[in-house]
């Protein structure tokens, strides 16, 4: 992974800085398997440094951006860079502070204490993913006030309170705005460094495809990359939502042409059938015929060696 960070251009002093703060701080035996190592890579080299400086400082992280940002991917590229083991939760309506720091629980007929995944994670000095934080009811996570400031505590009433392994980190993501989202409130908020998350760069993008399907060929990786920038424009200019900007779709139609779809029934049901909306649907089908020949298949855009 540190090879990677290199590949992107980040500055050697914050990639020293990771390797004294990973042989500061070696990961229990038990939390080895938690450690993930990450199939895909994330491809941004100013968000990278923003977020290893933030998290090298002590400070906590929030991932805002739209769907198919790479959020979780980033979060998880994180902690395999840092080393550490990884808690990923995930936020709902009814998530509180039992289901996070723990809860009493009957066993062998005696009360005892099960420790939620925020207990676990800040006594193993995990990075804790607080995934889609802003799905859950502000008042709930009032618990975690004093996890996440300057306290760096959990106190568990009737329990003891612990403080935080120092090499605790919090990774908060969030889309803003969707459906089932809410205001974060501003005390929540104040805990963390906010990164706002691009759209991924069509160079970028192309360094993606090519690493997630080496067999493609490149010009065609290019095309791809250059459609997705055109679908980007046009919602841009606010021409059409941003339901057809969907990375998760673009790849996935890869991966049915593959399979043997043309490209263009790929793109169809991966990408062209997300616009509901017949004026916008035939806007974004335009634009993929203007880019895109359709009749395309696996033999035109790989190079047929398994590499
Ligand atoms: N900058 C990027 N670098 C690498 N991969 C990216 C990038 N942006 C998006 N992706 C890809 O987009 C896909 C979705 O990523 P991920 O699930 O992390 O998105 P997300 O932001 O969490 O989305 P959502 O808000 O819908 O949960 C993955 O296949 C990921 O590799
Ligand atoms: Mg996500």
């Known amino acids: 992974m540190l090879d990677f960070l290199r590949q992107e251009g980040i500055d050697e002093g914050l990639i020293a800085r990771i390797e004294e703060y990973r042989s500061s701080r070696p990961v229990a035996e038990e ?12 491809y941004g080299r100013e968000i990278w440094q923003l977020a290893i400086t933030a998290l090298l400082s002590g400070e906590n992280i929030l991932l805002v951006g739209p769907k198919a940002t790479g959020k979780n991917v980033f979060a998880e590229n994180l902690s395999a860079v840092f080393g550490r083991p990884e808690w990923d939760i995930s936020f709902y309506l009814n ?12 066993r062998n007929g005696e009360v005892s204490f099960r420790k939620g995944p925020i207990y676990a994670c800040a006594e193993a000095g995990g990075f ?21 400031d300057f306290r760096r505590i959990i106190d568990v009433p009737g329990y003891s309170r612990i403080s935080l392994d120092p090499a605790t980190r919090f990774i908060a993501t969030m889309n803003y705005g969707y459906a089932g989202t809410r205001e974060l409130n501003e005390a929540l908020a104040s805990r963390f460094m906010v990164i706002n998350m691009p759209v991924i760069s069509g160079g970028d993008l192309e360094k993606l495809l090519l690493q997630q ?10 095309q791809l990359a250059a459609l997705f920038g055109e679908i980007r424009k046009k919602c841009e200019s606010s021409e059409i939502s941003t339901k057809a900007l969907d990375l998760r779709g673009l790849l996935a139609a890869v991966n049915l042409v593959k399979n043997g779809l043309s490209l263009r029934e790929a793109l169809n049901i991966a990408i062209i059938n997300k616009s509901f909306d017949e004026f916008e ?27």
């Open 95 to 106: 998530t509180d502070a039992s289901t996070l720091i723990g809860t009493d629980t009957f």
């Open 128 to 148: 804790g993913i607080l995934d889609e934080i802003n799905m859950a009811k502000n008042e709930s996570l009032a618990v975690l006030h004093a996890t996440l």
């Open 31 to 42: 939390d080895r398997l938690r450690v993930p190592s990450p199939k895909f890579r994330y």
């Open 281 to 307: 649907r035939t806007l974004v089908e335009d634009l993929v015929s203007a880019r895109i020949d359709g009749a395309l298949t696996k033999d035109d855009l790989f190079t047929g060696k398994a590499l």
């Open 213 to 222: 399907h080496p067999d493609l060929k490149p010009e065609a990786a290019a």
